[in-house]
């Protein structure tokens, strides 16, 4: 970075420099006609030592200029980036949300009927498991925010393999029973 803006100074106190002695020599020689006055050596001194620290200045100026619009550049890409994060997000964890709530309104409108009588305690327990499940979803977001925020504390626990797979599959095999279709659970009891 350094040496770029050092050679684009010089090329432009070059061209200062290169323009003072041009001007100097039109006004001293061919209007003034003093020969006598004329001297090109105090002249490209003088040039130099103005625009050396003017043209490094203007110079070092436009490249920050141009870092600070590269990083302006790339932050935009990097919020538009998050937003997408974000959308996907809520389209993945309104998604989830629909899976236990269809759950609870399924089984609560079979719990009305008399159809249903000896599968009341099941389909009670499948509410119940799917209201947890929809309860550690909303958990989840509010862990989200909380990492956002900075503030989320983590706390180790064991958690039984076999237990949530289990719960996963209750939760799905009604709507998998309604739509004719079958569950097959081969869950191997030595999951640590």
Same mark, same amino acid.
């Given at each position: ?62 490249? /920050?200029?141009?870092?600070?619009? /590269? ?5 935009? /890409? ?21 899976? #236990? ?56 626990? /064991? ?32 999951? #640590?």
């Amino acid at each position: 970075m350094l040496r770029q803006k050092l050679f684009a100074t010089l090329m432009w106190c070059g061209m200062c420099v290169a323009i003072a002695m041009i001007v100097d020599y039109g006004v001293t020689i061919l209007i003034l006609r003093a020969y006598q006055s004329y001297t090109p050596l105090i002249t490209l001194c003088i040039a130099t030592l103005v625009s050396f620290p003017t043209t490094y200045v203007l110079v070092s100026s436009k490249f /920050d200029l141009r870092n600070a619009r /590269d990083e302006l550049a790339a932050a935009r /890409d990097a919020a538009v980036n998050a937003n997408l994060s974000k959308t996907l997000f809520f389209a993945n964890m309104s998604h989830e949300l629909r899976t #236990p709530l269809n759950a609870i309104i399924g089984f609560s409108q079979l719990l009305e009927t008399d159809l249903f009588a000896g599968k009341r305690v099941e389909y009670a327990r499948l509410v119940h498991e799917s209201g947890r499940h929809l309860l550690d979803l909303v958990n989840d977001l509010l862990d989200i925010s909380k990492i956002e925020a900075g503030r989320l504390q983590l706390d180790n626990s /064991d958690v039984f393999l076999s237990e949530v797979m289990s719960e996963c599959c209750n939760i799905v095999e009604p709507r998998l029973r309604a739509g004719r279709l079958r569950l097959v659970r081969h869950i191997d009891c030595d999951l #640590p």
